[in-house]
């Protein structure tokens, strides 16, 4: 207790110095937080882009759909997957069928991918009827010769709503089949990619297209937050059973954005180490001006009876308190920060094309991982305690006699 009592009085002898050092520590805690946040953030805006337009949290399939999906690639009595689907409140699903063709106007044609859905139940798993930009929604799963499309693949094939554009496709006997529809909405998202690719009819329109009757491409479920879709696709492999479906989630669809979740934490703990260690040696800096000035304060100490170690316990407290204050106030101000950020967003305009080429969209929300933030702020107290340990061992090796005569 002792030792809490002069370390404390010690840190405010010079209060300028220890506003210097608990400033340093709290500009690195701010920094960190609002960057792991902003990080966050953009790793969860190309996440939810990729589970809100590609397939969901998981995808149900015909085993090889995913890595070469051929029009022959389907799931021809889906019913019973449907059923079982139906009885699990967590989940919502819709069917699809996605065929890839060319797209054709008077001007120019362009290659794409039809998109065959309920608009109804598609609006329970993807986004593309809160992405209308102009025009109007599909009108339901049976209406005919309708088209809804990306506002930049309209400007591609320079066409507008009302416009018909010919859709070209291989059937089911790898002939080809055409028909005319007429745009009846535009859309846009966060992935400039998927608006030029793909167009979006009515299941019936595209199954009559390429000669299917009930057969789907791929069964699209959505999770409920409250569950793991990890351990829900295990669980619809295992009922569902047999090797020609597959169950695969978005993680197992998408290993390149897997490989990003590891660059990400990787980048985290650079990030952490690179700052902390430029913190690191303005608290070695300072501490070692701190000795300089007290040799004939820790010589009257020493000559009192407090050993060495005492020393070394006693500037260890400064800096453990410093520290904590630093990272109190770093805290306070980033919080406050991240707070706000998540309310009104950081509007990045000025880059929404390369942004959108990223799948991400121009406005971005920070997110407090408070795992990664815990585990920063762990790194940052065994980083000062080694920082401290060259100058606290200097303090506590100075011959008595010499540190009492020095001036």
Known sequence: MIFLKIAWRNIWRNPRRSWVLMS????????????????????????????????????????????????????????????LLSHRDELRYAPGVMLPAMASSTEQAVGILIRGIDPDREDDVTIISRSIVDGTYLSGPASENEVFVGEELADRLNVKIGEKIVLTAN???????????????????????????????????????VGFSEELSALTVRVDRSSD??????????????????????????????????????????????????????????????ILERVHEFGIMMAGGVRPRGIRVMLYVEAAMMTVLGM????????????????????????????????????????????????????????????????????????VVEAINHV
């Open 24 to 83: 340093a520590v709290g500009v690195g805690v701010f920094s960190f937080v609002l960057g792991i946040s902003f990080m966050s953030g953009f790793a969860h805006e190309i996440i939810s882009s990729t589970i809100d337009l590609q397939g969901g949290d998981i995808q149900i399939a015909r085993t090889g759909y995913n890595a070469n999906p051929t029009i022959r690639s389907t799931l021809n009595e889906p019913q019973a997957i449907e059923q």
């Open 171 to 209: 059937d089911v006997n790898n002939d080809l089949s055409a028909g005319a529809f007429r745009i009846v909405g535009l859309y846009q998202t966060s992935s400039s990619e998927f608006d030029k690719t793909t167009v979006f009819l009515p299941i019936e329109s595209a199954r009559e297209l």
């Open 229 to 290: 879709p990890e351990r829900v696709a295990a669980e619809l492999r295992s009922a569902i059973g047999g090797d020609r479906i597959e169950v695969l989630t978005w993680r197992e669809r998408y290993p390149m954005l897997e490989f990003y979740m590891a660059m990400f934490d990787f980048t985290i703990l650079l990030l952490v180490v690179i700052m902390f260690i430029a913190v690191a040696f303005t608290i070695i800096n300072s501490f070692l001006m701190v």
């Open 328 to 399: 109190t106030l770093g805290c306070l101000v980033s919080l406050a920060s991240v707070l706000y950020f998540q309310v009104f967003g950081v509007d990045l305009s000025a880059f929404s094309d390369g942004l959108r080429a990223f799948g991400m969209s121009p406005v971005v929300y920070p997110i407090l991982d408070m795992d990664l933030v815990l585990k920063g702020f762990l790194l940052i107290a065994v980083m000062v305690f080694i920082a401290i340990l060259y100058p606290a061992f200097k303090a506590s090796r100075y011959d």
